[in-house]
């Protein structure tokens, strides 16, 4: 009869082997496809790696515009959780179908001003007006093309389009959560979506 040390020796060799399967198995498990477009499980900002909290897809009408992801270092279900952490943060947006750029800046800053009062939206109003400029100078986004919003502790807001960041980082604080307002403030753009980016499920 084979002893249970022997068996333990045994079995070892084939869990090392299956380890790294079992990893990649976890790593599928948590990505996640809306709209036909994968998100990754986890993206890197600097030296942090953030989860995937939630996906969407955003609808005008019976159209598909966009597709996106929302990444934390740790999981939130509110708006509140997810404006109260300060590490870094991610929102990639996948274009599903070619859209005015300038167009889809004007949407973002009504977006914006729509989910706050006007105290606090005139104090990220030069910000608005830069990050409009920025997407105006980019005439049209095709289907397929993403941008990203990050925020960075200590930069501050990056918008990266097409892969290349977009200038200087917007350096208040509030504009981050003022931008994130558009997907999950009290008048959000698509409530699916914003369900989706809090992780919730049908």
């Not at 990649?24 to 998100?39: I, T």
């Not at 986890?42 to 942090?48: D, F, G, M, Y």
Request: hydrophobic share 45%.
């Amino acid at each position: 009869m084979i002893s249970t040390t022997r068996r333990a020796l045994a079995i070892a060799p084939l869990a090392l082997a299956l380890a790294p399967f079992t990893r990649e198995a976890r790593a599928a498990d948590a990505a996640m496809e809306v709209g036909g477009v994968s998100f990754a499980a986890t993206q890197q900002v600097q030296q942090s790696t953030l989860q995937l909290n939630g996906a969407g897809v955003r609808y005008k009408t019976v159209f598909k515009v966009y597709a996106a992801a929302l990444y934390l270092e740790k999981a939130a279900h509110t708006p509140a959780e997810v404006f109260a952490q300060t590490g870094a943060k991610r929102m990639i947006v996948h274009m599903l179908r070619e859209i005015d750029s300038g167009e889809l800046g004007k949407l973002f800053s009504r977006g914006m001003e729509d989910n706050m009062d006007k105290a606090a939206f005139s104090k990220v109003v030069s910000g608005v007006l830069r990050m409009s400029q920025i997407f105006s100078d980019h005439k049209k986004l095709q289907a397929g093309e993403q941008f990203m919003v990050d925020w960075i502790p200590g930069t501050g807001t990056v918008i990266t389009v097409r892969g290349q960041p977009q200038g200087e980082a917007f350096k208040q604080p509030e504009f981050f959560n003022a931008l994130m307002g558009i997907w999950l403030g009290p008048n959000p753009v698509d409530w699916k979506l914003k369900e989706g980016l809090l992780g919730k499920k049908d």
